[in-house]
């Protein structure tokens, strides 16, 4: 099939693509300027990549000093909260043992697929610092997925069979204190679904062709 494009289209096109590649350097500019800013306050910071210091210039509206400010404040609290520099599986081992968390695929726009189901999430003895430690233990597993420029990934919570037993209010606290939670209800889920993921990669249970695959096997 031919698609024509008038010369307005044309030209349309010629200043979308100079108004990105602007974007682009503005971008640069800043990240090393940012750079700059926090290595003189942390020098372990000089490991960073530029790709993590544009997620947190794009977090605060491309603001330099605010980005720098969240950005060493978050270092500080990773120290602190994970003085290992990673969280080991034997870390959270009463989280995994429910089986509720799953990464596999990804959707039509590259980031990288997980799965909750919040029905296996019970109160456990290793208590609500733990459970914050698997909050990390699972970003650190997504972030290690994702391509090369990719900032997002989705989270599938899964509310099926989820009930009085399974509200642990001290959990959902701290879950909700690191990420932001929308809960949708779509009695047409499949097709729902597929218009963000392809059915290769959708999980088999929602009736794709991926198999669920829990997250400390991904």
């Keep these: 099939m031919l698609r024509m494009m008038s010369s307005d ?3 349309n096109s010629k200043e979308t693509q100079e108004e990105s590649l602007e974007s682009n350097e503005i971008e640069k500019t800043k990240i090393s300027l940012m750079r ?10 000089k490991e960073v990549d530029d790709l993590t210091f544009r997620r947190f210039l794009r977090a605060r509206d491309l603001d330099i000093e605010k980005a720098s400010a969240m950005f060493l404040k978050y ?3 990773r120290r602190n909260f994970v003085p290992n520099g990673s969280v080991s599986p034997s870390e959270v081992a009463h989280d995994i043992e429910q089986n509720k968390m799953f990464l596999q695929g990804s959707d039509k726009k590259g980031r990288p697929l997980s799965v909750l189901l919040a029905a296996r999430h019970f109160q456990h003895k290793g208590g609500v610092e733990e459970f914050k430690r698997f909050i990390v233990y699972i970003f650190d597993k997504i972030f290690a997925r994702m391509p090369p420029g990719q900032e997002k990934f989705v989270v599938l919570a899964d509310l099926k069979g989820w009930g009085y037993a399974n509200s642990d209010i001290r959990a959902c606290l701290a879950a909700i204190s690191f990420v932001q939670i929308v809960f949708v209800e779509n009695k047409t889920l499949k097709s729902t ?8 990669q959708l ?8 198999p669920l695959v829990p997250i400390h096997d991904s």
């Design 9 to 11: 289209n044309m030209n």
């Design 75 to 77: 270092q500080k609290w």
């Design 203 to 210: 999980p088999e249970t929602y009736g794709g062709k991926l």
């Design 193 to 200: 679904l597929l218009e963000e993921i392809d059915e290769s």
């Design 36 to 45: 700059t800013l926090v290595e003189r306050q942390d020098p372990s910071s």
